[in-house]
Nanobody, 125 residues
Framework: QVQLVESGGGLVQAGGSLSLSCAAS????????MGWFRQAPGKEREFVAA????????DYADSVKGRFTISRDNAQNTVYLQMNSLKPEDTAVYYC??????????????????RGQGTQVTVSS
């Protein structure tokens, strides 16, 4: 079991940047695949980015490639999402997620077992 708490959301103008953080608790949190999902009003939740337990493998949705960067600090049990060149269509609630499965498995599944409460990101045009 792992608990996830996101922080860092807010309001930003298009073209701006935001950084999200997710603190994970639990003795084995550093061994989990971690990721970010988002859900905009009236839309289904979608995958944003994932990172394997060591930080050596990452994966991104096509819509955020080249603009978002996922990273992790296992000593702090924290995963980050740096979001640059934000667009109004990036507006959503962003959820941190974790799973005991490897990154390939969670990418195929399109979901992760554990999820935080979410943080709102709003990009104004």
């Amino acid at each position: 079991q792992v608990q996830l708490v996101e922080s860092g959301g807010g309001l930003v103008q298009a073209g701006g940047s935001l950084s999200l953080s997710c603190a994970a608790s639990g003795r084995t949190a550093s061994s989990y695949t971690m990721g970010w999902f988002r859900q905009a009003p009236g839309k289904e939740r979608e995958f944003v980015a994932a990172i394997n337990w060591s930080g050596g493998i990452t994966d991104y949705a096509d819509s955020v490639k080249g603009r978002f960067t996922i990273s992790r600090d296992n000593a702090q049990n924290t995963v980050y999402l740096q979001m640059n060149s934000l667009k109004p269509e990036d507006t959503a609630v962003y959820y941190c997620a974790a799973d005991v499965r490897g990154i390939r498995a969670v990418i195929r599944a399109g979901s992760m077992a554990f999820r935080g409460q979410g943080t709102q990101v709003t990009v104004s045009s």
